[in-house]
């Protein structure tokens, strides 16, 4: 059976330092990757999605960027964090619907 | 631009009760539609997914679509207390790879 794996599930940082957050899949190969953020009480913004090693699609420009390394493994970046960063993020694959690993909640300060 | 549209809510059902949420969506190309569960805290779960018009029943729950009207509901009978979450709709067309949310309805079951 498939998983996704995402880490780490909490997260503290100051302004103006770098972000990295890890989502792994298992159990399928070249799947549809995509990360999403939920700012709180809101909707899931779609920031970026991924088909294959090296494709990347940006939804929404902003100060993030994400990079897709190997097959299953999809990664969330940032060299500086502003406060409007802090939020939900989520990260998914594709086989139908989406399926969501289980979030990491950032909290820049 | 697509777009997906719910009510906030909160909808509050008595426990037993059917509840009814709502759903509608503005690309008429749209050919998926996807319920999703959220708790308070949690990621997203998908509970329902529907691709052509009519009904669509899995248990207590029951997924509506109507393209003509792009109109998707979920109804979830008997509702139990468990079943107090957020339901987020989304869609994904034939001309993309993206799934596009609605802003979610906060569902309360009051015991």
């Known amino acids: 059976s498939q998983t996704i794996h995402q880490w780490p599930a909490t997260l503290v940082q100051p302004v103006g330092s770098p972000l990295s957050l890890e989502c792994t899949v298992e159990g399928t190969s070249n799947p549809n990757l995509y990360w999403y953020r939920q700012a709180a009480g809101r909707g899931l913004q779609l920031l970026f999605y991924s088909v294959g090693i090296g494709q990347i699609s940006s939804e929404v420009p902003q100060n993030l960027s994400a990079s897709r390394p190997q097959d299953r493994q999809f990664i969330l970046s940032s060299k500086k964090l502003l406060l409007s960063d802090s939020g939900f993020y989520l990260c998914?694959?594709?086989?139908?619907?989406?399926?969501f690993g289980q979030g990491t909640r950032l909290t820049v300060v | 631009q697509k777009e997906v549209e719910q009510n906030s809510g909160p909808l509050s059902v008595p426990e037993g009760a059917i509840a009814s949420l709502n759903c509608t969506y503005s690309?008429?190309?749209?050919?998926?539609f996807f319920w999703y569960r959220q708790y308070s805290g949690k990621s997203p779960e998908l509970i329902m997914s529907i691709y052509s018009n009519g009904d669509k029943e899995d248990g207590r729950f029951t997924a509506q679509l109507n393209k003509a009207s792009q109109y998707v509901s979920l109804l979830i009978r008997d509702s139990q207390p468990s079943d107090s979450a957020t339901y987020l709709c989304a869609v994904i067309d034939n001309y993309g790879q993206n799934f596009v949310f609605g802003p979610g309805t906060r569902l309360s079951v009051l015991p």
């Open positions: 690309d008429r190309v749209s050919q998926s």
């Open positions: 998914a694959w594709r086989k139908g619907g989406a399926f």
